[in-house]
């Protein structure tokens, strides 16, 4: 049977290697992207897969963009919880903007697309959601209160959402990344980079791919007995 999947952040960074990774495994994958629509272009003309635009930070939103792509591709089966944004400062220095922006984007938007495909996973007895954490929502880091609060949060309600779903075979995991080699990374200044990267104790920045193939098998029938799991793919860096 071919599954469906939506992957949040879908065309560029981890999202992307995640849908690949996924479409690999023969899964159907809509790719979802808010802003840079030249990327999300590329995306689908060298993947094959489609993408769509629409902001996960806004309910109404979501909605409206499961329904399209539920009609398109068929009920959604596997849901990855990829998007993301900083907005680093001190906390003494951090404005309600950039905390409400952060906590909107990157746990405000796990609450809004589950809500909008929980209910039909429920009715078909399946489903796999992964949503992607970070280390730094485990181990805090300094200027990122709003980061490390959203991201540990999904962590809660990973938890939470796998209590609720098991009787119905719906599994919820996260994966918790360490620092990788994306654009996002790559806007770091050298010198911390460099300190980052001494700290990882397998010497280097993750790639997505590294990533992308521990959510790939989360999603697939042979996860079916792992729920409400953090995985930490950080090369060492954080161990709990």
């Not at 979802?32 to 030249?38: F, T």
């Not at 589950?114 to 805090?140: A, K, P, T």
Request: proline share 2%; glycine share 12%; charged share 20%.
């Amino acid at each position: 049977m071919r599954r469906t999947a939506i992957v949040t952040g879908g065309t560029r960074g981890l999202g992307k290697a995640i849908s690949i990774a996924l479409q690999s495994q023969g899964v159907e994958v809509a790719a979802i992207y808010c802003s840079n629509v030249g990327a999300a272009q590329a995306f689908s003309t060298a993947t094959g897969m489609r993408s769509y635009k629409w902001d996960v930070s806004d309910f109404d939103a979501c909605r409206e963009g499961v329904s399209a792509v539920e009609k398109d591709l068929g009920p959604v089966d596997i849901l990855v919880n990829n998007a993301g944004v900083t907005g680093d400062a001190m906390l003494h220095r951090m404005s309600a903007e950039q905390w409400a922006r952060v906590i909107d984007n990157d746990l405000g938007s796990v609450f809004n697309m589950c809500r909008n495909v929980i209910e039909g996973m429920r009715e078909r007895s399946f489903g796999r959601i992964i949503n992607i954490s970070s280390v730094n929502g485990q181990r805090g880091q300094a200027g990122q209160t709003n980061y490390a609060s959203a991201k540990a949060g999904i962590l809660g309600f990973t938890r939470a959402l796998a209590l609720e779903g098991a009787r119905k075979n719906i599994t919820v995991n996260a994966v918790a990344p360490g620092y990788c080699d994306t654009e996002m990374v790559a806007a770091v200044p050298q010198d911390i980079l460099k300190t980052i990267i001494a700290g990882i104790p397998v010497g280097r920045l993750g790639a997505p791919d590294d990533v992308a193939r521990m959510v790939a098998f989360l999603a697939s029938e042979q996860a079916g007995f792992i729920n409400g799991a953090t995985f930490s793919v950080n090369g060492g860096q954080y161990m709990s």
